[in-house]
């Protein structure tokens, strides 16, 4: 049974930081591709960054990059996001996905966690 487990959200100010955990079991982790998305209160879910399997290509949206890292660790089966200078309109459920299909799309992951809230303030 495959299981993606999101961590690190909560509550932050605007320009503060935070990291993002996603602990997966039950899958070959060194073999797919990870991603985040995000769904902002009545908006689409949308990509955020991406991170092919050997770790050696990554993907940003416009809007966080620069501001955001994500990265992996195919020992610990973990994947991650760091994300600096949070502004307002990070607001949002963050959520990890896994799939074989790159680039990644929202119809094209396998497997997806339940989200982890990261609300920023002003």
């Known amino acids: 049974q495959v299981q993606l487990v999101e961590s690190g959200g909560g509550w932050v100010q605007a320009g503060g930081s935070l990291r993002l955990s996603c602990a997966a079991s039950?899958?070959?982790?060194?073999?797919?591709?990870m991603a985040w998305f995000r769904q902002a209160p009545g908006k689409e879910r949308d990509i955020v960054a991406a991170?092919?399997?050997?770790?050696?290509?990554?993907y940003y949206a416009g809007s966080v990059k620069g501001r955001f890292t994500i990265s992996r660790d195919n020992g610990q089966n973990t994947v991650y996001l760091q994300m600096n200078n949070l502004k307002p309109e990070d607001t949002a459920v963050y959520y990890c996905?896994?799939?074989?299909?790159?680039?990644?799309?929202?119809?094209?992951?396998?497997?997806w966690g339940k989200g982890t809230l990261v609300t920023v303030s002003s």
């Open positions: 991170i092919r399997w050997s770790g050696g290509f990554t």
């Open positions: 039950g899958l070959t982790f060194n073999t797919d591709h």
């Open positions: 996905a896994s799939g074989r299909r790159w680039p990644p799309t929202i119809h094209g992951m396998d497997y």
